[in-house]
């Protein structure tokens, strides 16, 4: 059915705050979310009064080692006496989080949401991959022990199968996204790495090297979102979000065409056609697509159609992606760069976009005023793309 | 609100002890495909979203929004999971739809309990890994504390939350998919096994099986699909405190809050008088006497004399939990409260057979998440 | 931002701070067992898998022939139409060649999961499994392989009742 484009009530992102991302913080999972959440209400002046309710997005419980763990960080996010939700989608949960925000907005119950992320990850041991071996199908999957990085390799090699793309390719993808990590303070991986680091480095899963790959981490993430009025009232630089979009796929992963992110492009037509967006090469001016492995960057650049299919290493390639290039893809560094805390990794695109189109981004800022900027995630098996459009 | 939104389809799959002969995908499978029937709507052509709640360690996979698209017919379309009780589910679709952005939005919850081997460790888990868990106490010694401090500030006594009992399991008799209807007696309740005094074994609900899908439209979109649409008037969700140390032991504010939101939107001024019927959460004895009054269907220290009176009868002035509650349906984990919503729905609708209520025009349903929460969600419904 | 906050909060530890307990912590085993219910499809699948057959199912609207089994269709919404039984042999879709175990330790023999697509499903429909007896290096997208199966007597209605599939 088509959208009811008419008459959406605008909404608005006022306020951003996060963590340092880090491989083990000292803080637990509320207190995470605790900072965070202040200091987004601090960055725009508000108090948790006036928060009318809370969006939460945190990745598999078993991280964290908390059943219904959104129920446990709730006091840390602001949420006591509140309405609080907690969605998800997988690793899409950063994003879809101020998807879930906006309808809040948007239904014209709430004038200020907060939507906080939190991960910490390092609470699983003895490693936190340990924790995704039960994401895979209990009878047909996981009594072949498989690792995540399995379904990784599977997909990348298919994709530089498909189009002919070597290592070398993609490896530049790490390096551009750790080099931008240099000027984030939150960052747990920045560093100057040449193509040949990557290609050098451990091979865990082939065709996935160790810097191939983003770390786990421990984080957390807030933005506060307002409705038009509210806005206004509340800062001279709104951001808007202008659309959202996302899409899940079939849990049949080994059903379908691995080479291309199909759920991602569907869920990048549903926020463009949402903004009005016709020739989204032109109109995007900024991009922070999910990039918790170098080709993933890649691979959704072409999904969003911000690269044609199979295209992407070559535009990479010719500098299109660089912070000052045509089109500047994660400007932030990433998940590559500043670090993986899931869900958390997804809102810090969010935020990204936030500071880059208010002109706040400091070391990190895109020059040319850019207007309109689009963050991505993806998730689950190989399956859900989440959108989020921003413009000021 | 007035008229917004509507439930424009309902299906249902159990409600029994254990459902071997279906895996939890053919469970959802059966009661969407019932869901869409009801509507007449083909999901493929006709949803716009769909929203799921559950919690991965009920289910045993992580992340366990990856298995729900391919049976609800939900492919390759906007689909989320909420942890939540259902309603809060049932809300989030809700939103899509007051947005604007959406008309036809698909819901769904399920328990598939009888396949978790280690339920009260899993439910352990939920405690604060630092202050709480260590203990070791069994999770239904927090019920037991709450029964205690609440029977003392309200002076509500066991006899009367055993009642509760009583009344929902016969209840359940009426409802030929209720997993735990039985005539059993106030001794026979008073005389089970203290499981974490005063809490006893037979005022806790046992669990069920079961899944329970909705199908939610706009205004023009319900009005279009049936001439029975049922209108969702008011929606409320809130948290009370998680932490066991600064939690209001006797009074469920989170009830209240979800309750008075919910209200406000339907312009509901006297919850007595303007709710018809009620099927509120009854996980435990006590916490149907502890939502009524939270609930504002009573006064506090007024929900036992309301059972003793039989007012929450069947045939009483306000009946309550009709359907047979959780004590008598079963507890269905994150669909618990999508259970609370259909019977709500059955009944405006006149489809509630045996049970049926006579004159009803607006019903509430309330769910409370759980232990070991504090958090719950109240929707206001009317014809 | 920058404007804003100069020193974000977020204290990092090094694994001596764990060890040597100079920060605190508390440890928990979980304990969550679960018996799934197979139900009606994947129920026969792994009892045709225990009789060393590969079953798949068909929806006519669509043509699509699918494994593993499901009762419906995901992309018509409608109940599948047939089951039929599948060769045991198929096409290598991809492959990698993964140095690590499930819970991260550095395995001396590698190991090689792929998905096959197995011969008489749709395009591009496979299973995710493993490959044996063969040299890491030798494997490649489009190889044709053929399942190797356990012992009919040590076949317990797994799909691990599959060892492993073997180029051709
Ligand atoms: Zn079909």
Known sequence: MAFRRTGLRRVAVVGAGMTKFVRRAQETAQELAFHASRLALDSCGLRIQDIGAVCLGTAPDAFDGVHMNGEYLSDGAGAYGKPFMRAYVGGGTGVFSVIQGWYHVASGLFDAVLVVCEEKMSSCLPHPQAAFLTIFDHTTERPLKPNLLWIFALEMNRYMQKYGLSKKDIARVAVKNKRNAMDHPAAQLAAEITVEDVLNSEVLAWPVQRLDVSPTSDGAVAVILASEDAAKRITDKPVWIKSVGWCLDSAYWTNRDLSYPEYVERAARMAYEMAGIKEPRKEIHIVEPYDPFDYKELHHLEGLLLAPKGEAPRLLAEGVFDRDGDLPATPSGGLLGVGNPIAAAGLMKVAELFWQLRGEAGKRQVPGNPRTGLAQAWGDLMQVGTVAILGV | ?383 | MAKIVRELPGLALTPEDISQRKVLSTSWVPKAEYAWDAGIAMGRYLEELRNGRLMGVRHRRCGRTVIPPRIFCEQCFAPMDEWGELPDTGTVNTFSICYVSWDVKRLEVPEIPAVIEIDGTSPRVGILHKLGEVDPQQVKVGMPVKAVWKPAEERNGAITDILYFQPI
């Open chain 2, 1 to 383: 609100m007035q008229k917004q939104m509507a439930i424009v389809g309902v299906g249902y799959s159990g409600f029994s002890s254990i459902s071997p002969g279906l895996s939890y995908k053919e469970l959802m499978y059966e009661a969407a495909v019932r869901a869409y029937q009801d509507a007449g709507i083909d999901p493929r052509q006709d949803a716009d979203g769909f929203v799921t709640v559950a919690e991965d360690f009920h289910e045993g996979t992580s992340i366990f929004d990856e298995y729900v698209p391919d049976q609800l017919g939900a492919v390759m379309r906007p689909v989320h999971t909420v942890t939540g009780d259902g309603i809060h589910g049932l809300i989030a679709g809700a939103l899509k739809i007051l947005s604007g952005a959406m008309n036809i939005v698909v819901v769904e919850g399920h328990s598939k309990a009888s396949n978790i081997l280690t339920l009260s460790q899993v439910t352990a888990y939920a405690l604060d890994p630092i202050y709480n868990r260590p203990l070791g106490l069994n999770p239904y010694s927090i019920a037991g504390l709450e029964m205690q401090r609440f029977l003392h500030q309200t002076k509500n006594t066991v006899e009367q939350c055993a009642r509760v009992v009583v009344k929902n399991r016969r209840n359940a008799l009426n409802h030929p998919s209720a997993g735990h209807g039985s005539d059993i007696s106030l001794e026979d309740v008073l005389a089970s096994e203290r499981v974490a005094s005063p809490l006893r074994k037979l005022d806790i609900a046992p669990h069920s099986d079961g899944c329970v899908v909705f199908v939610l439209a706009s205004a023009d979109a319900a009005r279009d699909l049936t001439p029975q649409p049922i209108w969702i008037r008011g929606m409320g969700w809130s948290n009370g405190s998680y932490s066991l140390e600064q939690r209001n032991w006797a009074h469920a504010d989170y009830a209240r809050q979800a309750a008075q939101m919910a209200y406000h939107q339907a312009g509901v001024e006297k919850p007595h008088d303007e709710i018809d019927f009620a099927e509120i959460d009854d996980t435990f004895s006590y916490k149907e006497l502890q939502h009524m009054e939270a609930l504002e269907l009573c006064g506090e220290g007024e929900a036992g004399r309301m059972i003793d009176e039989g007012a929450t009868q069947p045939g009483g002035s306000l009946p309550i939990n009709v359907s047979g509650g959780s004590l008598g349906v079963g507890n269905l984990l994150e669909a618990s409260g999508l259970q609370r919503v259909l019977e709500v729905v059955l009944q405006l609708r006149g489809q509630a057979s045996a049970r049926q209520l006579k004159n009803v025009e607006t019903g509430l349903a309330f769910a409370w998440r759980g232990l070991p929460t504090a958090s719950g969600a109240a929707l206001v419904l009317s014809r």
